[in-house]
Structure formats: structure tokens, C-alpha cells
Nanobody, 118 residues
Framework: QLQLVESGGGLVQPGGSLRLSCAAS????????MSWYRQAPGKEREFVAR????????NYADSMKGRVTISRDNAKNTVYLRMNSLKPEDTAVYYC???????????WGQGTQVSVSS
């Protein structure tokens, strides 16, 4: 069983930056591809970014491409999401998501709130 704990959310002004972290425990981290999703009030949860388990291949939602970077440190069991040029429409709860490569089992974190406002 994998546990995921996000941190790094908060209130930021438009144009600002944040780095979210997701710390994993309970299972070999390198066995999982990792992703970030977000859910704004009244909207469906949507994909933000994904990084592969060991080759660090990443892909991004078109709406976020160029403004976010996903990375991982397998030695620290942590995945990061760096977000730049934040806009009010980026306001959402951001969730960490893990998918075990071999089994397909998936896990979600509890989410961290990001609010972009002046």
C-alpha cells in the first residue's frame, strides 16, 4: 500500500510560482509512474502532468504546457510539480496520483489547495 502526502500549496498572486511536493511511502517508489491532477470548484478532476517510473519521460496537459514542470527524486520518494506564471484559473486542489507499473494499482493523495488571487 502506497501513501501519498502532498505539500506546498498556498495562496499566490497571479504571475507567481509554486512548487508542490508529494512524498510517497509504503512501497517502492520507483515502481510507480506519478502524476498530478487538479480539481477546481464545480469542475471535474483533470490531468496536469505525468512522469514515468524510471526513465523520467514526462507529458503535460495542453492547458499547462510551458508553465509547469514535473520531476521526481526516486532517492527521496518524492515527486514535484513546479508551476510558473500562475493564473486565477489555476486555482484548484492539486492531487498526487500514483500508478504501479506492473499491477495497475492506483493511489491518490489527499490534495493540496492552490489559490491564485491578488
Amino acid at each position: 500500500q502506497l501513501q501519498l502526502v502532498e505539500s506546498g500549496g498556498g495562496l499566490v498572486q497571479p504571475g507567481g510560482s509554486l512548487r508542490l511536493s508529494c512524498a510517497a511511502s509504503g512501497s517502492p517508489f520507483s515502481s510507480y509512474s506519478m502524476s498530478w491532477y487538479r480539481q477546481a470548484p464545480g469542475k471535474e478532476r483533470e490531468f496536469v502532468a505525468r512522469i514515468s517510473s524510471t526513465t523520467n519521460i514526462s507529458n503535460y496537459a495542453d492547458s499547462m504546457k510551458g508553465r509547469v514542470t514535473i520531476s521526481r527524486d526516486n532517492a527521496k520518494n518524492t515527486v514535484y510539480l513546479r508551476m510558473n506564471s500562475l493564473k486565477p484559473e489555476d486555482t484548484a486542489v492539486y492531487y498526487c496520483y500514483a500508478r504501479e507499473v506492473k499491477s495497475g494499482w492506483v493511489y491518490w493523495g489527499q490534495g493540496t489547495q492552490v489559490s491564485v488571487s491578488s
